[in-house]
């Protein structure tokens, strides 16, 4: 081995030119494999904010979407206790007509019992009719017999006022 200064030199510049190139590569290889996830996490990055703003605008609409609902449903509720304000007053109103409907009911039980009452007062007319018509005095019937026997009776009978049937 030859250990001159110029060989020692070119021993020495080879050394470290081979250090520095080995260096160089492991750092560049490096500097590539910093680049590739940089750019990696520059993607995930860039995705992560448009899943962000994705997002955001999701809520926003969901936000105004639960908005609209809540008007709904306010509406809904404002509705539903007009309809519960209706049926009172409609069950009310049924609860007075079933009352006038009860007293008319009662009412029509009396004119029945009234019109009964009739029916038997005009029976017991037309039975007293058909028996007046019976003792009309047709000149042969039993009123004149009995008519008959009373003129004889007031005739025998000084004084008497009449039982007589006219």
């Known amino acids: ?5 110029d060989n020692l030199g070119n021993l020495v510049d ?10 160089v590569r492991d750092l560049s290889a490096k500097l590539k494999l910093c680049r590739t996830k940089l750019g990696r996490e520059i993607a995930l990055n860039k995705d992560l904010k ?3 703003s994705t997002l955001q605008q ?6 105004r979407e639960a908005e609209l609902h809540s008007r709904k449903e306010e509406a ?8 519960m304000d209706e049926n ?9 007509e079933e009352a006038a409907v009860q007293n008319l009911r009662e009412d029509v039980k009396e004119l029945e019992k009234k019109l ?9 007319l037309a039975k ?3 028996r007046e018509e019976e003792l009309v005095d047709d000149g042969h019937g039993p009123a004149t017999e009995l008519r008959d026997m009373l003129e004889v009776i007031d005739k025998s009978v000084p004084d008497s006022s009449t039982t007589s049937l006219d």
């Open 50 to 52: 448009s899943t962000i």
């Open 58 to 63: 999701e809520v926003g609409d969901l936000r």
């Open 128 to 130: 007293a009719k058909t």
């Open 1 to 5: 081995v030859d250990l001159s200064d």
């Open 88 to 96: 009172g007053m409609a069950l009310q109103n049924l609860c007075s």
């Open 116 to 124: 009964y009452a009739k029916d038997e007062e005009i029976a017991v």
């Open 76 to 83: 809904l509720k404002a509705e539903i206790n007009q309809l």
């Open 14 to 23: 080879h050394a470290v030119k081979s250090m520095v190139t080995s260096k």
